[in-house]
């Protein structure tokens, strides 16, 4: 009997450790992970808002930087500047904490 108990403590010994040594890889993954996403994040925001949109899809910008006509020569029309101004709220902030990040590395 004794050494069935043994044997079974063994097993939860072995199984603990796998458990253990699975939660550590998940860590590791999700810290990889976590570290990717902010890479990624870093790397969108250097684009400065004012240029993102300067691509041959458009061929004239307002003093803000938003297209106001398409490389077709069509005016943008107003749904498509409101969109085009949400994201490009989104690139400002995304640029502002680049900017940020990179004068507090530089401190």
Known sequence: VSTQST???????EYGEEEVARKEREKAEKAEAKAKAAREKLEKG????MEMF???QYSAWDEQ???????????ITQSQQKKLK???????KLH???LQQ???LEI
Not at 7 to 13: E, L, M, Q
Not at 65 to 75: F, M, N, Q, S, V
Not at 86 to 92: E, G, P, R, S, T
């Open 96 to 98: 502002k904490a680049y």
């Open 46 to 49: 250097k684009v400065n808002p």
């Open 7 to 13: 044997g079974s403590s063994g097993i939860n010994a």
């Open 54 to 56: 300067r691509t041959d």
């Open 102 to 104: 990179i004068s507090d």
């Open 65 to 75: 930087g938003l297209p106001t006509i398409d490389r077709e020569g069509k005016p």
């Open 86 to 92: 949400k994201l490009q709220a989104v690139q400002d």
